[in-house]
């Protein structure tokens, strides 16, 4: 149980950082909200995965729910800046 605790932590973490650094702009999230962003990333990418059939038969690193989880902590990130009144600024400026 705290084992699977740590490891969505850890994969929240990497998914909402990889997310941050694709969206253009900077983003004014404090480092638990992006943690948790990205453990909803990785939740609801994981669940879409599966819901299209996907299975990792083949055991090993499952990259099509990481690649979803990215791809929806980057939409999260976009709404909770939208909704927030977070607007980032350009990068340069």
């Given at each position: 149980?705290?084992?699977?605790?740590?490891?969505?932590?850890?994969?929240?973490?990497?998914?909402?950082?990889?997310?941050?650094?694709?969206?253009?702009?900077?983003?004014?999230?404090s480092t638990l909200m992006t943690v948790l962003l990205g453990i909803g990333g990785a939740l609801i990418g994981?669940?879409?995965?599966?819901?299209?059939?996907?299975?990792?038969?083949?055991?090993?690193?499952?990259?099509?729910?990481?690649?979803?989880?990215?791809?929806?902590?980057?939409?999260?990130?976009?709404?909770?800046?939208?909704?927030?009144?977070?607007?980032?600024?350009?990068?340069?400026?």
């Amino acid at each position: 149980m705290i084992g699977a605790i740590i490891t969505a932590v850890v994969v929240g973490a990497i998914i909402g950082a990889l997310a941050r650094l694709i969206m253009p702009g900077r983003q004014n999230l404090s480092t638990l909200m992006t943690v948790l962003l990205g453990i909803g990333g990785a939740l609801i990418g994981s669940w879409l995965a599966a819901a299209v059939g996907y299975t990792n038969a083949n055991g090993g690193f499952a990259i099509i729910p990481f690649v979803v989880g990215v791809v929806v902590a980057i939409v999260l990130i976009a709404i909770y800046t939208a909704l927030s009144g977070r607007h980032g600024t350009p990068v340069g400026h």
